[in-house]
């Protein structure tokens, strides 16, 4: 199977992979310069190898790839039109070998390879001469990034293989499935770890001990419902643990949302005080080695890095414009431009860019070298560090981890967090909370950073029915903007109508042929 080449080879290989130099994570040695006979000898070897795993090569595909067409398009969020692999997406017509699920499947498990390999080296190596809490500290980097990519994978297979220490695939290459729950309780696992482990603070761009606590609340409460079978109460106490996690980022970290929500997303405001984890990225890297999401771009050559337009286009649909309030023009604006919206941060030295074409992405899409004093940055090697889990986002978890079975709630925490993000964006604070106003809080405010999917997935396992009854009501359309008026567009071709396979998808192709094991039932996992 695929990820067995990848995985035994990072096994063959240990630590040889590009690792940053600095607590910026931008310098990064060539591969060869790293090897498990002469490094990991001392902290500094330890945070070097670990800045590895945040960025460049192991998941720049994914990002490219996945991050927006899976989360974005497959949701009904965005659209591309002329992408034959994202229109799959947008149909609901995906198959084994649609390029993009493959390439997540790929990026997930090369993660996961890179984490393994990490973590074997450091146990094995690191001497007792490096203090214990560094030792520790560093291995749960990569357990937190391994659980990620695990969580990733069991959002769209659910059951999927569990690798734990990939050179056993060297003598044992055909693997089984493990079931989802067993998926779950092992990204728990691991992030329990790394709550235990990592420090409360570090330098920008660093995991802490509120990374893990955030990304555990979401693992605890996307588990919760998979016992549920798309039809019952979540199990309750996985969503206590939720609640307890989140609450202890919201109440106990001392973190604080960024004032401004545009902000967010520029590059002077990487790695913020809301930001619990980003993707860290160089500039003047090579194809796949950077952050590519500019070439999503609807400007031109002038919002450009270095004179060359973005060429994909992706658009908000119609569905997701809908969702925008009159009032809720802050976090529109800063997620997907209209025409006739003017933004002074694009082409500044220009005197800034008015849009002028239909509808398009905003979110990632953050101008000229001179725009971000970033002399070598290219279209494919934007320096955003897109960040893929925010405060925000578990001030709204904590929200529904305390809402848990019931429809609604009066918890005056769960409305203080909910609020706080609700006022930010410039909107009135609520006095009760039910889970439709939460549902389209969290699609709104997440918007473009890939989680609307995850979202209708977590709602699937306890309420598959509500689930189907979303997506297939959405209008998955594009649309015409000019002075306010809207015009409703074209279908992009015939959406098969959601149901109860949709929220599974077929294991890629090229993964069955290598191991045909993955079609046979799932088995437990050792723990």
Request: glycine share 6%; aromatic share 10%.
């Amino acid at each position: 199977m695929k990820i067995k080449k990848t995985m035994a080879a990072a096994g063959l290989c240990l630590a040889m992979f590009s690792a940053g130099c600095s607590d910026s994570f931008l310098d990064r040695p060539p591969l060869s310069q790293i090897s498990a006979d002469n490094f990991y000898q001392t902290t500094n070897d330890l945070r070097l190898a670990t800045a590895a795993l945040y960025g460049g090569k192991p998941w720049a595909e994914w990002n490219y790839n996945c991050f927006l067409p899976i989360g974005e398009v497959l949701s009904g969020n965005m659209a591309v039109n002329y992408w034959g692999d994202a229109v799959q997406l947008h149909t609901f017509a995906v198959t084994g070998s649609n390029e993009i699920m493959i390439a997540n499947w790929k990026g997930m498990y090369k993660i996961i390879a890179h984490c393994n390999v990490t973590i074997k080296a450091i146990e094995e190596k690191a001497p007792a001469s490096i203090p214990e809490k560094d030792r520790l500290a560093a291995i749960a980097e990569a357990k937190f990034l391994r659980a990620f990519a695990y969580y990733n994978l069991a959002l769209l297979w659910r059951d999927i293989p569990i690798i734990e220490d990939n050179t056993e695939l060297i003598t044992s290459p055909l693997v089984h499935r493990n079931p989802v729950e067993d998926v779950y309780r092992f990204a728990a696992n691991d992030l329990l770890f790394a709550a235990k482990n990592l420090p409360a603070k570090d330098v920008a761009g660093r995991l802490t001990t509120w990374s893990a606590q955030g990304m555990l609340s979401k693992v605890y409460l996307t588990w919760a419902g998979v016992d549920a079978k798309g039809n019952g109460p979540r199990n309750q106490a996985l969503l206590d643990s939720a609640k307890l996690h989140a609450g202890n980022v919201c109440k106990q970290s001392g973190l604080s949302l960024l004032a401004n929500y545009a902000d967010l997303f520029k590059t002077q405001y990487n790695d913020n005080q809301e930001s619990l984890f980003a993707l860290q990225w160089a500039p003047g890297t090579g194809w796949l080695e950077g952050n590519m999401l500019q070439v999503y771009s609807p400007g031109g050559t002038e919002i450009s890095a270095a004179g060359q337009a973005g060429w994909f286009g992706i658009a908000p649909t119609y569905d997701l414009y809908k969702q925008y309030a009159n009032e809720d023009s802050l976090r529109r604006k800063a997620t997907i431009m209209l025409k006739g919206d003017y933004y002074p941060e694009l082409n500044a030295a220009g005197g800034g860019f008015k849009f002028t074409g239909n509808a398009g992405l905003k979110k990632h899409i953050i101008g000229t070298r001179v725009d971000n004093s970033a002399p070598t940055m290219s279209l494919t090697s934007s320096i955003e560090h897109n960040a893929l889990l925010r405060l925000a986002e578990v001030y709204l978890t904590y929200a529904e981890a305390v809402m848990g079975n019931n429809t609604s709630t009066t918890n005056a925490d769960a409305l203080m967090y909910f609020n706080k993000v609700r006022v930010r964006a410039g909107l009135v604070p609520v006095t009760s909370l039910d889970a439709e106003t939460l549902f389209r809080e969290k699609r709104v405010e997440l918007a473009a950073e890939g989680h609307y999917w995850e979202d209708l997935v977590r709602l699937s396992y306890y309420d598959e029915p509500k689930a189907i009854k979303k997506l297939n009501e959405q209008e998955r359309i594009l649309f015409n903007y000019d002075k306010g008026v809207v015009t409703k567009g074209s279908t992009l071709a015939s959406v098969t109508p959601a149901n109860t396979t949709t929220f599974k998808f077929p294991i890629p192709s090229p993964e069955v042929t290598a191991n045909p094991k993955l079609l046979e039932a799932p088995v437990p996992y050792s723990f």
